[in-house]
């Protein structure tokens, strides 16, 4: 009995370079300044989707400019390591963030990503944009490129860079610091390492 769509499961697939470019020039249509800089961004950071949607201005804004290197201390290691990870952020992604903080005239507190609709009180302030909801723009964005939404989500997203930096340097160690893992193994896991160098061998050995 085949699985439903709604049920497939597995490792998601990273986007493509090209893939990456098609979505940017699609939300230039019909995205808004948040969904823009929220894939901008999602790209350039390899945030967990727990940490990307609560980051604040304060977090990537100094001074009232966008800053070059930012530093994120994911809440998976808070508890434990405690270690930060560093990203900088291209000069095309800081733009969008400089157009996402003035277009909706955010503060150093608010939350960078904020929801469609205010909340009832709005003496509360925004709330960020919730895991499920950055979800859902995920599964818009590839289906506006013609992607199967099923094989792609938000992990889709902080797997592309690494992936790619991994396909082209075969250096996993950067990878390894880019996603902010404590042990190089769960690196390998989670890009399929091993399963990429197989088939990558498989090929050159075809009968």
């Known amino acids: ?4 769509k ?19 020039t699609v939300l230039v249509s019909i995205g808004t300044a948040r969904d823009r800089a929220l894939f901008s961004l999602a790209i350039d950071s390899s945030l967990r989707a727990h940490d990307l949607v609560r980051l604040r201005v304060m977090d990537v804004q100094e001074d009232g400019e966008v800053k070059e290197r ?11 390591t405690g270690a ?9 992604t800081r733009q969008l963030i400089r ?18 609709r205010p909340p009832r009180v709005l003496s509360e302030g925004l709330k960020h944009i919730s895991e499920r ?5 995920v599964k818009i964005w590839v289906s506006a490129i013609g992607l199967n939404s099923d094989l792609y989500g938000t992990h ?9 930096i991994y396909e082209n340097t075969k250096n996993i160690r950067v990878c390894q610091n880019i996603l902010g893992h404590a042990q190089i193994t769960t690196t390998q896991n989670y890009l399929g390492v ?14």
């Not at 009995?1 to 439903?4: A, N, V």
């Not at 909801?133 to 723009?137: I, M, P, R, S, T």
């Not at 399963?195 to 009968?207: C, D, P, S």
Request: without cysteine; hydrophobic residues 30%; aromatic residues 8%.
């Open 84 to 92: 930060s990870i560093a990203f900088e952020p291209t000069p095309y």
């Open 6 to 24: 709604s049920t497939l499961t597995g490792r998601k697939k990273h986007l493509s370079y090209e893939q990456v470019q098609a979505i940017r």
């Open 70 to 80: 930012i530093s994120v201390t994911p809440s998976k290691t808070k508890d434990s």
């Open 1 to 4: 009995m085949k699985p439903s």
């Open 133 to 137: 909801a950055y979800q859902g723009l």
């Open 99 to 116: 157009e996402l903080i003035a277009e909706e005239d955010k503060q150093p507190h608010d939350y960078l990503f904020t929801r469609a």
């Open 156 to 164: 889709s997203l902080r797997r592309t860079r690494p992936a790619y």
């Open 194 to 207: 091993e399963e990429l160098e197989t088939l990558e061998v498989a090929r050159k050995w075809r009968m």
